[in-house]
């Protein structure tokens, strides 16, 4: 089992949709969850931190659920600047390193 | 401010040859890191520097990648000999300081292609 499972997508999506991807993670010792994004051929930039409490951050909300080791990122009135691959990251106990999904592809359309 | 920087963007090489991939991280960034990325495959970590004393490197491959970073500035990743597996996107991240939801920030990757 992989340690961080992500639906592959592509995700295709018309302008001011609202979409939803989910990611779950095996190690429940996981002590810090994060949504990068990352642009074809470009390099994985932080989008979001997920806090245990739930964080919204603009058009984008994350949620974290510890008991089901869940995370999700939720995206209200896509624009086609959103296009890009998603990519859920945890971060295991004891170690500074980042465990990456294979990521989401979304594809916003006019 | 400037970013993490790699060098080369890409590099093609045949099997057996040696090749050096340099990371220059974000000033005063003590934390730095290797992944790479392999064809329809996830990020996967390789390394972890703090300083320049290896922190972690569980993700090291095998003992063809060495990878250093003397007085704890850039680093440099060195694969010897190459092979076909090896092909794949380099990437190099710093962070400014340890502990959870410490922001790593990415540099551009290095694109290796061994033939």
């Known amino acids: 089992r992989k340690e961080v499972e992500q639906d592959p997508g592509p995700f295709n999506v018309p302008e001011g949709a609202t979409v939803a991807f989910n990611c779950t993670y095996s190690n429940s010792a996981s002590q810090s969850f994060f949504w990068y994004r990352q642009d074809c051929r470009k390099e994985p930039k932080l989008l979001m931190s997920v806090y245990s409490s739930g964080n919204e951050d603009g058009r984008f909300t994350a949620q974290l659920n510890r008991a089901s080791q869940y995370i999700s990122l939720l995206i209200r009135d896509s624009k086609l600047s959103d296009s890009a691959t998603y990519l859920c990251v945890v971060n295991p106990p004891g170690f500074q390193k980042l465990v990456f999904g294979t990521g989401t592809r979304l594809l916003v359309s006019p | 401010e400037a970013g993490v920087t790699q060098f080369p963007s890409h590099s093609v090489i045949e099997k057996g040859q040696t090749v050096t991939l340099r990371c220059d991280p974000i000033s005063g960034h003590d934390n730095l890191y290797w992944y790479r990325r392999v064809m329809g495959k996830e990020i996967k970590f390789l390394l972890h520097?703090?300083?320049?004393?290896?922190?972690?490197e569980s993700g090291m491959p095998n003992n063809r990648f060495l990878a250093e970073r003397t007085g704890g500035t850039y680093s440099t990743l060195k694969v010897q000999p190459a092979e076909l597996e090896d092909s794949g996107v380099y990437f190099c991240?710093?962070?400014?300081?340890?502990?959870?939801?410490?922001?790593?920030?990415f540099g551009p990757g290095t694109r290796l292609t061994v033939l």
């Open positions: 520097f703090v300083k320049e004393s290896k922190q972690d």
């Open positions: 991240a710093s962070s400014q300081a340890s502990g959870a939801y410490n922001e790593q920030f």
